[in-house]
């Protein structure tokens, strides 16, 4: 069964002070690891796709990396608004049709200005 | 991405009644799914929903207690039936269009079963 653990739960920042979310995985076969962002009273987001180790991709403060067993979601100067959820989650190499993600339980960054 | 209108955002039932949701898609999709977000916690996927067939059922839940209809590529509805307190969450529909691997997501219907 696939599993995807997310570190810390909450993480609180002050406005310019840089940080790294965590998202340890275990699957199979790696088909996609996804990246969200969830606002409350939202659904989710998409950030990022990553596929393969070594992999990273950017989008305004948010830079997203991959290695064989996790991911860090680097947020660099954040502001009160990268205030959110993230949520990380995983897509394994099944039969066809079955594309299933499995999600981590997320960290809850707030950011104070 | 694709443009989700997913209905009602909201609704307070009475236990042991069910509630209908509908998940409209701004045009055609390979894949759909139902998740559910329980309080404080990560989404959890229900089903897939296939065109013109039964569903797909995650372990947990079944088809009795969430039946699921999709009788097109833009269409589908999820119905959480003899509801509980313990149904109270919000329900997510999820779209996955042919060739892309991101799948996008609907604002959610927050339910409170009383």
């Known amino acids: 069964e696939d599993q995807v653990t997310q570190s810390p739960e909450a993480l609180r920042l002050q406005e310019g002070e840089s940080s790294s979310l965590n998202c340890s995985y275990t699957?199979?076969?790696?088909?996609?690891l996804f990246w969200y962002r969830q606002d409350p009273g939202k659904g989710p987001e998409f950030l990022f796709t990553?596929?393969?180790a070594g992999e990273e991709k950017e989008k305004e403060r948010l830079k997203a990396t991959l290695t064989k067993k996790e991911s860090f979601l680097h947020i660099t100067a954040p502001k009160p608004e990268d205030s959110a959820t993230y949520l990380c989650?995983?897509?394994?190499?099944?039969?066809?049709?079955?594309?299933?993600?499995?999600f981590g339980a997320g960290t809850t960054v707030t950011v104070r200005a | 991405s694709a443009v989700i209108s997913q209905k009602p955002s909201r609704d307070i039932c009475q236990r042991g009644t069910s509630l209908t949701i509908q998940c409209q898609v701004d045009?055609?999709?390979?894949?759909m799914f139902w998740y559910r977000q329980q309080p404080g916690q990560s989404l959890t996927l229900i089903a897939t929903?296939?065109?013109?067939?039964?569903?797909?059922?995650e372990s947990g839940f079944v088809i009795d207690k969430f039946p699921i209809s999709r009788p097109n590529l833009t269409f589908s509805t999820l119905t959480v039936s003899n509801m509980s307190p313990e149904d109270s969450s919000i329900y997510l529909c999820?779209?996955?269009?042919?060739?892309?691997?991101?799948?996008?997501f609907g604002q959610g219907t927050r339910l409170t079963v009383v």
């Open positions: 999820s779209v996955l269009r042919q060739g892309k691997s991101e799948a996008f």
């Open positions: 699957v199979s076969g790696l088909r996609g």
């Open positions: 990553l596929y393969s």
């Open positions: 989650a995983v897509q394994a190499v099944r039969a066809y049709g079955d594309y299933k993600l499995s």
């Open positions: 045009s055609q999709v390979t894949m």
């Open positions: 929903a296939n065109q013109g067939s039964e569903a797909t059922y």
